[in-house]
């Protein structure tokens, strides 16, 4: 994609739909929605996997050490790597708070010329055909 047209979303949805089937074009380019942005409800499934995994480690962790069954480790690996995976991930996936003062909306002072050419124009007549 050329950087005049990394923003512009119809390009992308239509490079997309060209290339859809075709592998070898995403080699070194990335695809609609990734990397995925932070939001509350990847956030939100991402603490729900915390929820799961860290007590079904210690869960397991408890078993082994209680039974001595040397078929509780390869579980008890799995559950532990799954475990710090979602802590990782639920640390990516936080979304950002703004603060008050850093809104958009709360201060719109981006380009001020353009608001004062804006009332200069004159204004479209309603019996336009």
Do not use: C
């Not at 994609?1 to 995403?26: A, V």
């Not at 956030?43 to 869960?59: D, H």
């Amino acid at each position: 994609m050329s950087s005049k047209n990394d923003d512009d979303p119809f390009y992308r949805l239509q490079e997309l739909q060209e290339h859809q089937y075709n592998p070898g074009y995403w080699a070194e380019r990335h695809p609609l929605g990734f990397p995925l942005k932070r939001s509350r409800g990847l956030w939100f499934l991402s603490v729900i996997e915390i929820f799961l995994y860290i007590p079904t480690f210690f869960l397991t962790l408890w078993f082994f050490i209680s039974k001595r069954d040397d078929y509780l480790i390869a579980p008890l690996f799995v559950f532990g790597v799954f475990g710090i995976l979602a802590f990782l991930r639920a640390r990516r996936f936080k979304p950002a708070r703004l603060k008050e003062t850093e809104s958009p909306a709360a201060d719109d002072t981006r380009n001020p010329s353009r608001k004062h050419q804006k009332k200069q124009r004159p204004k479209r007549r309603k019996d336009f055909h």
